[in-house]
């Protein structure tokens, strides 16, 4: 691995640990980052955005997902802090990002596809699911007994 790649893969571990069910390992995370800006200020845009692809991972518990948006408040912002250009062309500030990432996780919890609402949805639809093919065999199994399938032949 390259030096950069190396530095992409540990900031992805120390971002993991955001979501240490150990709450000392989660806390010694955050601290890392807020050490890792505080030298390399202009990282902020790059930590940003692994933090945000961390909170948007699916079947990530809600603690996770609170201390990652705790670390993104405390980032200090600055007016030194130099606007990015997206893949899509448009220029964004730190703070607008940060801004788009609060409502849009919002918005998602609130329609029930993030957080303890989408697992609750889920498991819903799985158990709606379950009784739909429980059943349609009860029926296939009734169709086949009155076809003559059955013990007595029909009779």
Not at 93 to 103: A, M, S
Not at 129 to 143: C, I, L, P
Request: charged residues 30%; hydrophobic residues 35%; without cysteine.
């Amino acid at each position: 691995l390259h030096r950069s790649e190396q530095e992409g893969q540990l900031l992805k571990l120390v971002v993991n640990k955001l979501g240490d069910p150990e709450r000392k390992a989660a806390s010694n995370a955050g601290y890392m980052l807020t050490r890792l800006l505080a030298q390399h200020a202009g990282m902020k845009h790059v930590v940003v955005r692994e933090i945000e692809d961390f909170i948007y991972r699916p079947g990530l518990k809600d603690r996770a997902r609170y201390y990652a948006v705790v670390y993104l408040n405390q980032i200090v912002l600055s007016s030194r802090d130099a606007p990015r250009r997206l893949p899509d062309g448009t220029t964004v500030t730190l703070g607008k990002r940060l801004v788009d990432i609060y409502f849009t996780m919002f918005k998602l919890i609130m329609e029930g596809k993030l957080g303890t609402a989408a697992s609750i949805a889920q498991a819903k639809h799985e158990k709606e699911e379950k009784h739909r093919r429980d059943k349609a065999v009860k029926r296939g199994k009734k169709k086949f007994m009155n076809k003559g399938g059955g013990r007595n032949g029909g009779k």
